[in-house]
């Protein structure tokens, strides 16, 4: 592999604390929403949120992820009826009573109108393996690498000034089948995305304290 010269950045102690502090607070003003807005804009967005998303790192260059970018309305109905009849068994059979409990403040329910009101769904599919000319190659670090893209892509989104959710219906099978992906891939997270509905509303979450969540040695 050819190497080439890295293009560095170089801010002073203060600049580099500014940015912290900026950052941090642009954010931390992210917020899951699950009421959205049927208002319509360019795929483009789509795009460049998901090539954000596809520059994350990876283990070995691998880039073991699919996006599938959902804009028919007839796919998205599919994807809301299977995505409910999974989360119906949740909460009225497989879900323990604590995992209940630990949902209670959020208000969910089986109920995802979302999954049609939402403009675009992205889906992120991992790639368990590589397939070509009938041979598999490995990827590494599958799962991490596939989490870091996501978390671009919630940032990215958020950035834009668009709000997403990340919903995962268990099991998500049904999406490989409506979406006719490939064995060699198993869907990951479920995003709608959108301007959020005029009335949104989110639950008044907080967030740990530093000292709750950082140790330093
Ligand atoms: N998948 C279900 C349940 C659910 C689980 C967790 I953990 C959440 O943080 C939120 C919901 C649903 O989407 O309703």
């Given at each position: ?13 203060e ?15 992210r ?9 319509a804009?360019?795929?483009e ?15 070995a260059n691998?880039?073991?992820?699919t ?21 119906k068994?949740?909460?009225?059979r497989r879900?323990p009573?604590?995992?209940?409990a630990?949902?209670?403040p ?6 995802k109108?979302?999954?049609e ?15 070509e000319?009938d041979?598999?190659f ?29 919903h ?16 060699n891939?198993?869907?990951f997270?479920?995003?709608p995305v ?16 530093m000292e ?6």
């Amino acid at each position: 592999m050819a190497f080439e010269p890295f293009e560095k950045t170089d801010y002073s102690a203060e600049e580099l604390v500014a940015r912290s502090v900026q950052f941090r607070e642009q954010l931390s003003a992210r917020r899951s929403i699950r009421h959205f807005s049927r208002r319509a804009f360019p795929r483009e967005v789509i795009e460049n949120v998901i090539m954000t998303a596809a520059s994350a790192p990876s283990g070995a260059n691998k880039q073991p992820w699919t996006f599938v970018i959902v804009e028919d309305t007839d796919v998205k109905r599919e994807i809301r009826i299977g995505a409910e009849e999974e989360e119906k068994a949740f909460y009225d059979r497989r879900a323990p009573d604590e995992w209940l409990a630990d949902l209670e403040p959020l208000g969910t329910d089986w109920r995802k109108p979302f999954l049609e009101d939402a403009p675009f769904l992205i889906v992120v599919f991992k790639k368990v393996f590589d397939v070509e000319k009938d041979h598999r190659f490995k990827n590494y670090y599958v799962n991490e690498s596939v989490g870091i893209a996501s978390g671009f892509l919630l940032a990215a989104i958020h950035q834009v000034g668009l709000v997403a959710l990340t919903h995962t219906p268990s099991p998500m099978g049904f999406l490989s089948k409506i979406l006719k992906r490939p064995e060699n891939e198993r869907a990951f997270l479920l995003i709608p995305v959108g301007y959020p509905a005029e009335d949104a509303q989110v639950p008044a979450i907080t967030r740990k304290r530093m000292e709750e969540v950082v140790e330093i040695v």
